[in-house]
């Protein structure tokens, strides 16, 4: 996970853990929407809020809680091979 700062934070960066390869790019910058909020804990890692939802073909659904990513029951994360 990476937090890319410019002065406040813009964005947390990282690989989907549910396979599919796409970097994830959630923005932290208040004056964008959607934004979530990245709390770094005494070990900086970081608790990310609300969870996360892929949109693409992933259907990962998880939440990053001091930097662990903690999945959500809905959340089908094995990566599927199946074509459309
Ligand atoms: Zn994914």
């Known amino acids: 996970m ?7 934070d813009k964005w947390a960066c990282f690989h989907c853990p549910g396979g599919c390869g796409e970097t994830i790019k959630l923005s932290l910058s208040n004056n964008r929407k959607p934004k979530w909020t990245a709390v770094p804990d005494w070990l900086k890692r970081p608790t990310i809020s609300p969870s996360v ?28 091979r199946t074509t459309k």
């Open 53 to 80: 939802r892929q949109t693409n073909e992933c259907p990962c659904h998880f939440w990053i809680r001091q930097g662990r990513v903690d999945w959500c029951k809905d959340s089908r994360r094995s990566p599927s």
């Open 2 to 8: 990476t937090i890319v700062r410019d002065g406040v």
